[in-house]
């Protein structure tokens, strides 16, 4: 069971840690672009915001990716024997149910550090004003 449940566990983590890494890739839409492209006096809050949601995927896939290749390196180095061989239907249901909780928390986590990047995008907008002003 333990062994079904490590296999399904790093194959979900896998899906989850690409989802993740391809939203932060693909997340650059020709909208974007044009902004990132495009002058601007002081600074561009749409594209901070956008950056900082890229970077939190980004770091919320590199962590998923890591646990399944751990997952797998377990599972490649636990020495196998003849019942291993079999699919135990526990284990891959308790791994589904176990990813669906991991990859829910990952989103929350990941929205939550995006917040966060972005809060400290702006208050480091708001230092450069500052020092610029006084200047």
């Known amino acids: 069971m333990l062994r079904s449940f490590m296999q ?3 194959l979900i983590l896998t899906l989850g ?7 932060s890739n693909l997340g650059l839409t020709p909208e974007a672009i044009s902004k ?6 002081d600074h561009n809050m749409p594209i901070a915001e956008g950056f900082a949601r890229q970077a939190a995927d980004t770091h919320v896939g ?18 196998m024997r003849i019942k291993d061989f079999g699919v135990s239907w526990h284990g891959v249901l308790i791994s ?12 929350w986590y990941s929205k939550n550090l995006s917040e966060r990047i ?14 610029t002003e006084k200047k």
């Open 8 to 10: 399904m566990a790093a």
């Open 17 to 23: 840690a690409s989802i993740f890494l391809l939203k």
């Open 62 to 79: 590199v962590i998923l990716l890591l646990s399944a290749f751990i997952l797998q390196l377990i599972n490649a180095l636990w020495p």
């Open 36 to 41: 990132i492209s495009s002058t601007y006096w």
């Open 96 to 107: 589904i149910g176990f990813c669906i909780i991991i990859l829910t928390i990952a989103h």
């Open 118 to 131: 972005h809060k400290n995008t702006i208050q480091i907008f708001e230092e450069r004003r500052e020092a």
